[in-house]
């Protein structure tokens, strides 16, 4: 298999189309890249990460800011207990930050933003935009899933502080607090987590009309164990509890969906499986000296979605570490790096793709790149300045309609 550094990722970033014909497949992505099972041979397993040993747990890090001092509103997914939970089985909720967390030594050291551990009562908090930037709101919404190796959940830096960033984008945005951890006999499958996230979407769509959201424009963004969860819950076919009221008449499949440092969960690789819809379109961001969700899972994860059906944008960057989130709080090296952009390549997903607003121009996209990597045009493969200059030739100006059909980009590394 070729290094990363060789891969070019092309990726679809046409409309929407929920009704193609798909086959889930293992993936084979950019000019000559295979990508099979054995790719995950060193997949992330969370439950062996929260049971490792730590050799030097590391002192506090310099935070590169504080967290959010906005708090959204507390929306209850269940009245009562929560589906399958058992009263005594999990200890007292806590929130504070964990240096010596084996999840959290490892893929984030010295990161002293505060988490959630033993959850039994989950919730969406919900940021609506602020009055003060009313005009710029948009009808979309965003179910945010912190991550945290379903050991707990890293609500500040993953959750609070990306709904504020949301929020400047004009979107309304949920943070999910969902059940951890992970519960006995559900290693696998999450069961709780995932109930959680399908009960959390689905009271979205339900008060979708008064909030001002389309139901069509709701998707999610995932971090780390987040990002599995959020694939989990785009993966998942029937509702996992029993109907609780009107709301879950509503479907809990999300329109699209974006992945930092996030994968795929690796059943999805073992046991394929064909499925309608397939997936939604995804964003992926990630480093290639991730200590804890390895490069070439990312990319697998890609390569499986774009198999199914997705319309997929990879973004692989050569640093960054993990548990970075928007880089506003933290970052392992405690500096700003390539990575941190991940943010503006996002949020020209969600234009290009969630608003289908005019893109720009795949020439300009090129020399961006270009500046990312501080290279020049020589590194890159044939096949794929073959494929940008074919498609950029076909882009119509700025402010005319999109293009019907496929348009081709490369991958930032």
């Known amino acids: 298999m070729p290094t990363l550094s060789a891969i070019f990722c092309l990726v679809s970033l046409s409309l929407f189309q929920a009704s193609a014909l798909h086959q889930k497949s293992y993936a084979s992505v950019g000019p000559g890249a295979e990508i099979t099972t054995s790719s995950y041979t060193n997949a992330t397993n969370w439950l062996e990460l929260s049971r490792a040993s730590v050799d030097v747990i590391p002192g506090p890090a310099k935070m590169r800011g504080e967290a959010p001092n906005r708090t959204g509103e507390e929306w209850t997914l269940f009245s009562g207990a929560a589906p399958g939970e058992v009263p005594n089985t999990i200890g007292p909720e806590e929130f504070h930050n964990s240096l010596d967390n084996p999840i959290a030594a490892r893929c984030a050291p010295g990161c002293q933003s505060k988490f959630f551990f033993n959850v039994t009562t989950p919730f969406v908090s919900a940021f609506l935009v602020p009055a003060e930037d009313e005009r710029q709101r948009t009808d979309a919404a965003v179910l945010v899933v912190p991550g945290g190796g379903f050991d707990f959940v890293a609500w500040e830096k993953e959750g609070a502080e990306i709904a504020v960033w949301l929020n400047s984008l004009g979107i309304t945005a949920f943070v999910l607090k969902y059940r951890v951890p992970i519960r006995q006999g559900q290693e696998q499958t999450h ?34 164990a987040g990002g599995q969860l959020a694939v ?102 405690g500096d700003w790096s390539a990575v941190c952009e991940w943010t503006q390549r996002a949020e020209e997903f969600i234009n290009e793709v969630v608003f289908q ?46 293009e019907l059909g496929h348009r081709k980009a490369t991958q930032r590394l």
Do not use: W
């Open 232 to 333: 989990m819950l785009s993966d998942s076919r029937t509702r996992l509890y029993p109907v609780v009221d009107d709301a879950d008449k509503e479907s809990f499949l999300p329109n699209f969906q974006m992945l930092i440092y996030g994968l795929a969960p690796i059943e999805d690789f073992i046991n394929p499986d064909s499925h309608e819809p397939p997936p939604p379109a995804t964003f992926l961001a990630s480093a290639q000296d991730d200590p804890c969700v390895p490069p070439e899972v990312v990319v697998a994860t890609a390569g499986m979605l774009e198999r199914e059906g997705a319309l997929v944008d990879l973004h692989m960057y050569p640093s960054g570490g993990h548990g970075y989130g928007d880089c506003a709080m933290y970052t392992t090296s």
């Open 357 to 402: 607003r005019a893109p720009p121009s795949l020439i300009s996209r090129q020399v961006r790149t270009l500046e990312e990597r501080g290279d020049d045009s020589q590194n890159i493969p044939r096949d794929v300045k073959k494929a940008v200059s074919e498609d950029a030739a076909k882009q119509h100006t700025a402010g005319e309609e999109q």
């Open 191 to 224: 069961l709780a987590a995932v109930q959680d996230a399908q009960r959390a979407m689905s009271l979205i769509r339900y008060h979708a009309a008064e909030l001002g959201v389309n139901k069509s424009r709701i998707g999610t963004i995932g971090f780390s």
